[in-house]
């Protein structure tokens, strides 16, 4: 199965500034048919269901505000969001979800304001 | 508006069975997978397998099978994960999700149910 390490486990940022949350896979999750990489970031605030923020790596979800960004490719990928809001505190996941199954998320990272 | 709508909590014996349903709308149902995902209390979020309501080609964590079974109504659209023996640790919410092999995986995820076991 491939591992998604995910650093910090937390951290604590002042609003406005800019968060910046990490992804390692222990394993490529480049999907060769369509050249790219299957990495997904999810957004869970307290009492909610996840929520897609980010997919293919890079590509924002419909509806989801551009301070959310992602980057990385291969075996390490990164969740940045830039002016943080009060609304963006929550617990970010990542996820592969190459071809193969199974698909494995990461330990998720709480997101605090400082 | 694409939406699914999970059945309500459930409070079981060790033991007992139990079958949660997921209902979809707003989509072609039979043209994209469902996943079921598992977070225990105060923990992460595992993904538990996928199913196909086209063709119901199942595809399971090896962690979760032979636990759980998962299954579609394509006449009604509604997905269901069940198990025929509860045990304390299957205490948890569980969210479906509608899902994308290749393109943006689980894009829609239901409002979760809590299944609570307790003797």
């Known amino acids: 199965d491939i591992v998604m390490t995910q650093s910090p486990d937390s951290l604590a940022v002042s609003l406005g500034e800019r968060a910046t949350i990490n992804c390692r896979s222990s394993q490529s999750v480049l ?7 299957h990495l997904a970031w999810f957004q869970q605030k307290a009492g909610q269901p996840p929520k897609l ?3 293919w790596a890079s590509m924002r979800e419909s509806g989801v505000p551009d301070r959310f960004s992602g980057s990385g490719s291969g075996t390490n990928f990164t969740l940045t969001i830039s002016n943080l809001q009060a609304e963006d505190v929550a617990v970010y996941y990542c996820q592969q979800y190459t071809f193969t199954p199974p698909w494995t998320f990461g330990q998720g990272t709480k997101v605090e304001i400082k | 508006e694409m939406q699914l709508v999970q059945s309500g ?12 349903s997921c209902k979809a709308s707003g989509y072609l ?4 997978w469902i996943a079921w995902v598992r977070q225990m209390p105060g923990k992460g979020l595992e993904w538990m397998g996928l199913i196909y309501p086209g063709t119901s080609e199942t595809k399971y964590s090896p962690t979760f099978e032979g636990q759980v079974t998962m299954s579609v109504d394509t006449s009604t659209s509604i997905a269901y994960l069940q198990w025929s023996g509860l045990k304390a640790s299957d205490s948890a ?3 479906c999700a509608k899902t994308s092999m290749v393109r943006n995986g689980m894009d829609v995820w239901g409002q979760g149910t809590t ?3 307790s003797s």
């Open chain 1, 31 to 37: 999907y060769s048919p369509n050249n790219k990489n």
């Open chain 2, 93 to 95: 919410i569980y969210y």
């Open chain 2, 29 to 32: 149902f039979n043209s994209y």
């Open chain 1, 53 to 55: 923020l980010i997919y």
């Open chain 2, 9 to 20: 909590a459930e409070m079981k014996k060790p033991g007992e069975s139990l079958k949660i």
């Open chain 2, 115 to 117: 299944v609570t076991v």
